[in-house]
């Protein structure tokens, strides 16, 4: 309970400095994926369980970031907030799913990072995978770092890990982004971070 509450503690002070620092783009891999992962349970503010209403005031009309929403009503649905900028020289396309439902809850958040350059989505992964290993100790024992495509294998690479005691679980994976026929689509490569009850 007490590192619950030392999470919560976390993001309501991010959620402060939110809109200030929601212009800022990152320079390496390192600031991208700490900001996601080092601490345990939330990023951006968001933490599963969170009120609809707090979301909607950190995320509705942030700026920066371009807003849609993947499906839904005011009852419910999926969020997508994205934004495209260089990443050690390299182009890349941030978005946030956030998935909830009125009046309630959050119940579940992904992080995405898009690029048609593999090396940069292996170099996120990876940061994200040694972090989520000093969080959660049984991330080591889940999956080997090896990329996975579409082509080899019908799944991406993944680890899900309960989260204590928060009683959540956490995804992370890689993958390529490949039609039917196994063409590669435009972005190719794509990581994703997901919390979800």
């Not at 942030?62 to 934004?83: C, H, L, P, Y």
Request: glycine residues 4%; charged residues 25%; hydrophobic residues 35%.
């Amino acid at each position: 309970m007490k590192k619950f509450l030392k999470t919560m503690l976390a993001a309501s002070i991010f959620a402060l400095t939110l809109t200030a620092s929601s212009f800022a783009s990152y320079s390496n891999v390192n600031e991208l994926a700490d900001t996601i992962n080092k601490e345990p349970g939330t990023f951006y503010t968001l933490y599963a369980g969170m009120p609809v209403s707090d979301y909607k005031e950190n995320w509705y009309g942030i700026k920066g970031w371009k807003q849609g929403r993947n499906w839904g009503d005011d009852k419910g649905g999926q969020d997508v907030f994205s934004r495209s900028y260089k990443l050690e020289g390299t182009p890349i396309t941030e978005k946030v799913l956030v998935t909830w439902n009125y009046p309630l809850n959050v119940f579940s958040f992904t992080f995405v990072v898009e690029s048609n350059n593999p090396k940069i989505i292996e170099k996120i992964y990876n940061r994200l995978y040694d972090n989520a290993c000093i969080n959660y100790p049984n991330f080591s024992n889940s999956i080997s770092r090896k990329w996975i495509s579409a082509k080899d294998s019908p799944k991406p690479a993944y680890i899900i890990e309960k989260m204590e005691p928060y009683d959540k679980t956490i995804m992370l994976y890689m993958s390529d982004n490949r039609d039917a026929h196994y063409e590669l689509l435009n972005p190719k490569y794509k990581v994703y971070y997901r919390i979800f009850n």
